[in-house]
């Protein structure tokens, strides 16, 4: 049974940092890429990061130069570090795998507010 387990959200102040994780359970860790992704309410869930199974990483434009993902697979676990948060950082997160099937964790709400 494939789990992806996101934790690490909460509320935090405008210019604050937060880091996020996902561990992998049920999944060949290394051979998938990860990516992190976020929605608003009514809306469809966007691209925040992504890390390939070789390292390699892209990221939305918004989030460039403030945002890190990183991966450690001998623990299967995916990590997203958010720094100089922003209240339009406010959204649900989640955690995706993605190799010859797509997963999605449950989601963890991020609040960034004064």
């Known amino acids: 049974q494939v789990q992806l387990v996101e934790s690490g959200g909460g509320l935090v102040q405008p210019g604050g940092s937060l880091r996020l994780s996902c561990a992998a359970s049920?999944?060949?860790?290394?051979?998938?890429?990860m990516g992190w992704y976020r929605q608003y309410p009514g809306k469809q869930r966007e691209l925040v990061a992504v890390?390939?199974?070789?390292?390699?990483?892209n990221y939305a434009d918004s989030v460039k130069g403030r945002f890190t993902i990183s991966r450690n697979n001998a623990i299967a676990t995916m990590y997203l570090q958010m720094n100089s948060l922003k209240p339009e950082d406010t959204a649900v997160y989640y955690c995706?795998?993605?190799?010859?099937?797509?997963?999605w964790g449950q989601g963890t709400q991020v609040t960034v507010s004064s």
């Open positions: 995706n795998a993605r190799y010859k099937s797509t997963y």
């Open positions: 049920g999944i060949i860790f290394s051979a998938h890429a």
């Open positions: 890390i390939s199974s070789a390292g390699t990483t």
